[in-house]
T-cell receptor, first 115, second 115 residues
Framework: GAGVSQTPSNKVTEKGKYVELRCDPI?????LYWYRQSLGQGPEFLIY????????DSGLPNDRFFAVRPEGSVSTLKIQRTERGDSAVYLC?????????????FGDGTRLSIL | AQKITQTQPGMFVQEKEAVTLDCTYD???????LFWYKQPSSGEMIFLIY??????QNATEGRYSLNFQKARKSANLVISASQLGDSAMYFC????????????FGTGTRLTIIP
């Protein structure tokens, strides 16, 4: 399809493990965003990429969280030493170039459960 | 800083009736955009409608319209002729036009359409 693709759709892992979440944005979109949505809440911003660079990582909660986008398309969100509080749905979004009136188009998310 | 307030945690509406979902916001940014998203139980975030802070007319997209009252800092979503498929969570969000790409979301309203 032509939408934002996120894999895996579900991830269950044990506390302390390392996880990687993948996002494939809409083709040609240079702006890419990661959000985290806890149960009963709206999404909360984590990080924004413009091309290959992280233009705003102010939402990352601590240094266990890291994201990359090496070739300006696919992005990977990496979480080290996972904690039970990291359990949430992680949403990725993209927009053509960011800014202005461009809506962000979201993927279906990855539901992360830390046991 | 930006803040979105959605005061209706849940609403029940009879099929074919119109429904208004409330959204108020707070920001010090002079230029900003307001967005509404729909999130069905399947989890994907679907963009519905956009309103720019300097737009003279209220936005409309099919059965969706946005009742934008800038002085009151409100951006209510109106859904006309509601359908069973409208049952979902609805999120109001905003973003500054300059210097900040992140969307700030409210806590959402769960809309249930009754046959």
């Amino acid at each position: 399809g032509a939408g934002v693709s996120q894999t895996p759709s579900n991830k269950v892992t044990e506390k302390g493990k390392y996880v990687e979440l993948r996002c494939d944005p809409i083709s040609g979109h240079t702006a890419l965003y990661w959000y985290r949505q806890s149960l009963g809440q709206g999404p909360e911003f984590l990080i924004y990429f413009q091309g290959t660079g992280a233009a705003d990582d102010s939402g990352l909660p601590n240094d266990r969280f890291f994201a990359v986008r090496p070739e300006g398309s696919v992005s990977t969100l990496k979480i080290q030493r996972t904690e039970r509080g990291d359990s949430a749905v992680y949403l990725c979004a993209s927009s053509p170039s960011g800014g202005g009136n461009q809506p962000q188009h979201f993927g279906d998310g990855t539901r992360l459960s830390i046991l | 800083a930006q803040k979105i307030t959605q005061t209706q945690p849940g609403m029940f509406v009879q099929e074919k009736e119109a429904v208004t979902l409330d959204c108020t916001y707070d920001t010090s940014d002079p230029s900003y955009g307001l967005f509404w998203y729909k999130q069905p139980s399947s989890g994907e975030m679907i963009f519905l409608i956009y309103q720019g802070s300097y737009d003279q007319q209220n936005a409309t997209e099919g059965r969706y319209s946005l009742n934008f009252q800038k002085a009151r800092k409100s951006a209510n979503l109106v859904i006309s002729a509601s359908q069973l498929g409208d049952s979902a969570m609805y999120f109001c969000a905003m973003r500054a036009f300059f210097g900040n790409e992140k969307l700030t979301f409210g806590t959402g309203t769960r809309l249930t359409i009754i046959p």
